[in-house]
Structure formats: C-alpha cells, structure tokens
C-alpha cells in the first residue's frame, strides 16, 4: 500500500467516525430506495422510503423469519422479487458452531466492495502500528477453504473465507505475501492441510513477519500440532522429501516446487523444539514475527493465556470484529491487551439498531465485560448508532445490501467509550447460546466469567486449561452442569495425560469456584436443590482436536470455527463423553449474596 493509500485510509476512517448518522441515515435510504417494491418490503412499507414508516412497520425479525424467503431464491426464484433488487453472486454460509446450523446469507456485488474497503481501512491501521509488512515479507497466516455447496438455483454457497480466498485479488497477492501456497489452502483435508501450512512456513521462517489466523484457537491448534510433529517435520525439510501420507496432489505439486534439502535447517529447528520448554517458541521459530493476528476477545479470550505463553511477548492484536452477515467494527488500539480491546462501529457497512438488555453489563476484576441478564427494555424500542448510551449493553440489529431488514445477528455488545460520533464495544455473548436446567438461564457471557474465575487454580498446579465447552445434563433430576475441561502442562510435556495428576481437592474447588462465580438465579436454585451440584469433566488430550475435527465433517469452515461455548449436538456430546478421564462435582453449594 503506498504512502498516500495508508493515509487516505486513516483520513476514511476519521471521516466515517464523525460523521457517522448522516452516513447511517444515508445507507437506509439507498437500501430501502433499492429494495422498496420487493415482496418483503412492499407488505410492510408499500413502496415507501421513510425512515420512521420502516422502524413503525418493518418487523424485528430473527434468520427463522426470513428463511422461507432466501429457501424460495436457492430454489430459483428471482432475488428481485423477494428480498433485494441487486442480483446475488452467491450465499455466504455462517460457520454453524455459535447457535447452530449454518445460515445461507445472500452476497452482492456491493457487499463485496464493502468489505474490500474494511479491508483498506484494516490494512492502513497495521500500517500505523507496524510499518508496511507485505515490503519483503510475508504472512504465515493460516488459511483453510471449505467446498463450495452447490444450490438449486446455480449459485454457490461459500464460507466468508473462502469467498476471500477465492477472489481475483488474493489470489494475485498470494505468493508474493503468503508463506501457504493456494493448493494447501485449499486442500480437502484439514490435517494434510495444516502439515502443509506449517512445513511451508518453517522453510520460510526468515520472512515470516506475522504470524496468525482468523481465530486464536485455529493458532493455538498449529502450535500444539507443530508439538506433536516436528521431528517429521525436520525429517521432510532434511531430506527434501515430503511424508508419503501427504497424499493431496496440489500439496505434493507445492512441495515439488517449494521443498529442497536443508540440513541446517532442519538441524535449527529440532534444536529449538527439542528444548524442554514451549514458552515463546513461537518468536524461536519465526524470529522477526511483529505480532500476533487473530481474533482473541469473546469466546477467543480462552486461548489468550496459552497463545501468551507460546508467543514470547509478541503482541496479541485482534484487528476487527465481523460476522457472516458484514464486516462491523476495527480495533483502533491493535496493541491493547486482548481484555482491552474495543473496536468502533463502522458505519458505512450496515444501518445499525440496537435493542437494550435489562440488566446492565458489569466488569469483573480481570477488566472483562460480563452481563447478568439477557432480556430486554420492555418499554424502550431501538436505538440509533449515534444514540446508544456508554456502560449499556444491547442486542444488534442490521439492515444490509443483502436483503437482511432489522435482523437479529444475536450478538450482545457493551458500549465502552465513543471516536468522533462513532460508539466502541466490546463482545459480550451470543443471545441464544445458554445453559439450562429448570427455569434459570445462564448466558454464554456467565460461563466465560466463571471459567475465567476457575482456571486461575491450575496455576499452582503447573496446569493450563487449554479448551473447554459446557452442557446442561438432565438425564437426572435435579439437573446439573457439566462443563469439560481439556488440561495440560504449562511446560508441554505429557505426563498429565491419563489426569492422574489432577488433585481432586483443587478439582473440586474449581468446581465451586465456577458455582460462586454465576448469576444470583443459579445459585439460588442450588441452595434450593433445583439444581443439583456443577460437574467438571476432564477430556483426554486432543480431544476438542476430535470435536473441531466433526464439526469441520458437518460443513463448518476450520477457518471459521469456534469451539461452541455450549454443546448443543448429541453427536458432540457422545465425542466428549467418550474421552473423559476423570469427573468433579462441587463439595458445596454456592456462596449466596448477602
């Protein structure tokens, strides 16, 4: 990007942010202006373009509502009669682990141009901070592509990413920035994929300026495979030859091209594997790494403490803040710590409303944002963009190129601060994705707080939990919550995997710890016996590897995965069931409020 692009870039962004109701007011018109006489729109609006009309008569609407409409286009019937004038390119399909099944959400041309310039707004930032990496360096971000699905009507259906991957764009850019030739991004098999990514990327360990994925749990997944493969490795960059396991033809085609035999090489990086210490083997391998990019706030946050112990101090930055229905916030500090970070609201993107939650937001006493309900202002409607009130948490809504019209994206944010006109946030939790046993509900938000809370008793132990998922167990009355638990130690050596070094006392106060930690409902509930006591189940070693590993199976993009913050698959269920060595109840019932 030269000189006058990066600038440009931050002078869009000051722009955006100040004046960002007009900007706001004026991307509702162009939607509604466009899309007034659909089928959707015309039953509520009858060919008008008011802004007051829309928010009176437009419903509220969650994906289930518009469903039947996007079915009928997949299904061959005219986009511009239904829900968008603009002809469709394809679908984007969401990644199908926060809240369930995979959603198809239609792509213009325009939704594309706007996430180029997201992308020009992102890149300029970096540039700031970092200086302007793609000059004679390259990115080893890892990158995973899904198949296109194929639709009735003839377009396709792609995840986000590899919608990305595919364009004229990045391909042009890719050997040039990237360590991952195209075939491995786009190899079918995720393992022959990441072996590939990571073979590549240690041969170009001298020009790897950035290391990185989509999610912080995608990077933490690479280092622990690096672990359990780098003597093969070694042996392939040794010798010249890559595995014969590698079986893909576009990954042995880019070895062919890509592979010699280097000794030193080799020799470099089984002395700093071979180390009886992972902390910051990261910066060991790939020594002129600046940062760290991927996602590491919301559901990621679990990750941090592992990434931070494999990264050596390099910064953890999480650029941007995006869902399958639109690019919608940029970090403007990529160098705050992950617990800190905020992103502001981009309001050329999509028009925003947003409903206010009951119950306030809260910040525990790791600084991260925790909510204590999930239900709305009964008396209040939506909010503009411009109007949301800082320390409030809300649900968002958009309205979008894309045919979504006040739709419920079901995330909850908490407004932090404000850049110009524009608010920043921070990621609370998903609104659907809960526990529940009787009529309490728990939200995703409470069981990051009280994970968060137990996991600092592994410290002393030497133990770090690594991942964990949780489900609400009704097999027996009263109901409990199990919460599974993947642990390791902080060192990396294996002899904590059969857990017969767990200590029960401190199992079970984690246990308790996590009981303490949730909402006043809950533990009213246990002290009431409505809820019978929280269960902590310890999984073997690689077992979420197991888990990613079949939701990859039912068509989510490895890119785009998420360990789900609550199982809601029996199949999923059944993979953790299946690897669990040990279990812990809570000795007591929880402290009560006074």
């Given at each position: ?19 960002a ?5 004026q ?5 509604l202006?466009?899309n007034?006489?659909t089928?959707y729109?015309?039953?509520?609006l ?9 928010k009176?008569?437009?419903?509220i609407v ?31 399909l969401s990644s ?9 959400i239609p ?18 930032l ?12 390259k ?24 919608r ?7 391909k042009a ?25 990571i ?18 749990s995608?990077?933490?997944r ?6 359990n493969?780098w ?16 079986t ?6 880019a ?5 010699k035999p280097?000794?030193e090489?080799?020799?470099l ?15 060991k ?13 919301g ?17 953890l ?17 990529p ?8 992103y ?11 409903l ?5 937001c ?11 309900a ?6 209040t409607g939506p ?30 944010i908490k ?5 110009n ?12 994705v ?21 996991k ?9 939990l ?7 167990d ?17 060192e ?17 106060q ?15 509930y ?7 006591a ?8 690689g ?9 990859v199976?039912?068509?989510a ?6 360990t ?15 690897r669990?060595i ?6 007591r019932?929880p402290?009560?409020?006074?």
């Amino acid at each position: 990007m030269a000189t006058n692009d990066y600038e440009s870039g931050l002078k869009m962004l000051e722009e955006l942010t100040t004046d960002a109701q007009q900007i706001q007011d004026q991307l509702l018109g162009e939607i509604l202006s466009k899309n007034a006489e659909t089928e959707y729109l015309q039953g509520f609006l009858h060919g008008q373009t008011d802004k007051q009309l829309f928010k009176k008569n437009v419903p509220i609407v969650t994906y289930e509502h518009l469903k039947p409409y996007i079915d009928r286009i997949v299904n061959g019937e005219a986009s511009s009669d239904l829900l968008l004038v603009e002809p469709l390119i394809g679908f984007s399909l969401s990644s199908g682990t926060s809240g369930g099944l995979p959603k198809l959400i239609p792509t213009t041309a325009e939704s594309a141009h706007i996430t180029a310039t997201f992308n020009k707004l992102y890149r300029s930032l970096m540039i700031k901070h970092f200086g302007d990496i793609n000059q004679a360096s390259k990115r080893m971000e890892l990158m995973f592509a899904k198949p296109d699905v194929e639709t009735p009507s003839g377009l396709k259906a792609s995840a986000v990413s590899t919608r990305a991957f595919k364009g004229s764009s990045f391909k042009a850019i890719l050997p040039k920035l990237y360590t991952s030739p195209f075939e491995t991004i786009f190899c079918p098999d995720t393992k022959q994929s990441m072996y590939c990514q990571i073979l590549f990327g240690l041969i170009q360990r001298d020009e790897a300026v950035m290391i990185g994925s989509i999610f912080a749990s995608t990077v933490v997944r690479s280092i622990k495979f690096l672990e359990n493969n780098w003597k093969e490795l070694c042996s392939n960059i040794k010798t010249g030859q890559i595995s014969e396991w590698i079986t893909d033809s576009g990954c042995r085609n880019a070895a062919s091209l890509m592979l010699k035999p280097n000794l030193e090489l080799a020799d470099l990086i089984e002395d700093v594997c071979s180390c009886k210490s992972w902390e910051g083997i990261i910066r060991k391998l790939w020594p002129k790494t600046k940062y760290i990019g991927t996602v590491c706030t919301g559901a990621m946050l679990q990750y941090t403490a592992e990434l931070e112990f494999y990264c050596g101090g390099l910064p953890l930055v999480s650029g941007f803040y995006a869902c399958s229905e639109g690019a919608v916030g940029i970090n403007l500090e990529p160098l705050c710590k992950p617990s800190d970070v905020s992103y502001t609201f981009l309001p050329n993107t999509v028009y925003y409303e947003f409903l206010s939650i009951k119950e306030d937001c809260v910040t525990d006493s790791q600084n991260q944002v925790q909510l204590n309900a999930m239900s709305h202002h009964e008396d209040t409607g939506p909010v503009d963009l411009v109007n949301v009130k800082l320390g409030q948490c809300y649900e968002v809504l958009v309205t979008s190129s894309m045919g979504l019209y006040r739709y419920r994206v079901g995330d909850i944010i908490k407004v932090t601060g404000f850049h110009n006109n524009t608010p920043q946030f921070q990621f609370v939790g998903r609104q659907n994705v809960a526990l529940g046993v009787d009529m309490e509900r728990t939200s995703e938000a409470d069981i990051l707080k009280a994970v968060a809370e137990a996991k600092a008793l592994l410290d002393p132990l030497g133990l770090i939990l690594t991942e964990y998922t949780s489900d609400g167990d009704t097999s027996s009355t009263p109901g409990h919550y199990v919460i599974f638990w993947e642990i390791k130690p902080k060192e990396g050596n294996n002899n904590n995997k059969n857990g017969k070094e767990l200590d029960p006392k401190v199992m079970e106060q984690c246990c308790s710890k996590m009981e303490d930690s949730l909402h006043f409902t809950y533990r009213m509930y246990r002290k009431e016996n409505m809820i019978a006591a929280l269960e902590i189940r310890v999984v073997k070693q690689g077992t979420f590897e197991s888990l990613m590993d079949y939701f990859v199976t039912k068509g989510a993009s490895l890119s785009q995965y998420k360990t789900p913050i609550c199982i809601k698959s029996k199949e999923a269920l059944n993979i953790l069931d299946s690897r669990v060595i040990a279990k812990f109840f809570s000795p007591r019932t929880p402290i009560q409020d006074n």
